[in-house]
């Protein structure tokens, strides 16, 4: 049966560090693969989309890479800050599936001071 | 960009009441939205997709009995939880996929609480 692992359940690091978020995934060949926060009590917002052919992808501070041949996706959050704690997600889709994502379990960043 | 409201934000009910729960997308129009569940420290589970003019299609395992949906317009879909237990009591969140991209907008959730 289809698979996603996000790398920890919780993940400390100070202020100003880099937090790398890992997302493994089994059984499951997707077109693209999507990152996604999450705040206590709030739905999930988009953060970064990644597709089977793209290596890498960067937005300000984030950037996400993509190996189909690990079925690994790294997510990076550089010069990490407070307003960075919550939980991220991602999320795995085929092309022809209507938008239908298949969400990780989240991995929940606290960043300390 | 792109909006989803969900209302109530938060319900509480008594043990064999039905609870609808409406999510609307403001500014663009959804043919398709999603519906997930989300229990305490758990990921999204999605239960079924709604659409626009015709019937939802439920997850294995997802009584479509108990849990209605109606998609009557293009920026309206309601899940009603019938007959609800407690067990039911979970964290609701609907979404509507973008018309331009895989990304998909999602509400800010409910939480329904039965007693």
């Known amino acids: 049966s289809q698979k996603i692992e996000q790398n920890s359940e919780a993940l400390n690091i100070q202020e100003g560090k880099t937090a790398t978020l890992t997302c493994n995934y089994t059984?499951?060949?997707?077109?693209?693969l999507q990152w996604y926060r999450q705040d206590p009590g709030r739905g999930p917002v988009f953060l970064l989309l990644?597709?089977?052919?793209?290596k890498e992808k960067r937005k300000e501070r984030l950037k996400v890479t993509f190996d189909t041949t690990l079925k690994q996706s790294l997510f990076h959050i550089t010069a990490s800050q407070p307003a960075d704690s919550a939980t991220y997600l991602c999320a795995l889709g085929r092309t022809g599936t209507a938008s239908k994502l298949t969400f990780g379990t989240g991995t929940r960043l606290q960043v300390t001071l | 960009g792109a909006v989803v409201s969900q209302h109530p934000s938060w319900v509480i009910c008594k043990s064999g009441t039905s609870v609808k729960i409406e999510c609307r997308s403001l500014?663009?129009?959804?043919?398709?939205m999603f519906w997930y569940r989300q229990f305490p420290k758990q990921s999204l589970m999605l239960m079924a997709t709604?659409?626009?003019?015709?019937?939802?299609?439920?997850e294995q395992g997802v009584e479509k009995d108990k849990f209605l949906i109606n998609h009557a317009s293009l920026t309206l879909s309601t899940l009603t939880v019938t007959s609800a237990h407690p067990e039911d009591s979970s964290f609701y969140i609907c979404?509507?996929?973008?018309?331009?991209?895989?990304?998909?907008?999602f509400g800010p959730g409910t939480r329904l609480t039965v007693l």
């Open positions: 990644i597709r089977e052919n793209e």
């Open positions: 709604s659409n626009e003019g015709s019937k939802a299609t439920y």
């Open positions: 500014d663009f129009q959804a043919t398709t």
């Open positions: 979404s509507a996929p973008s018309s331009y991209t895989d990304t998909q907008y």
């Open positions: 059984n499951y060949s997707p077109a693209y």
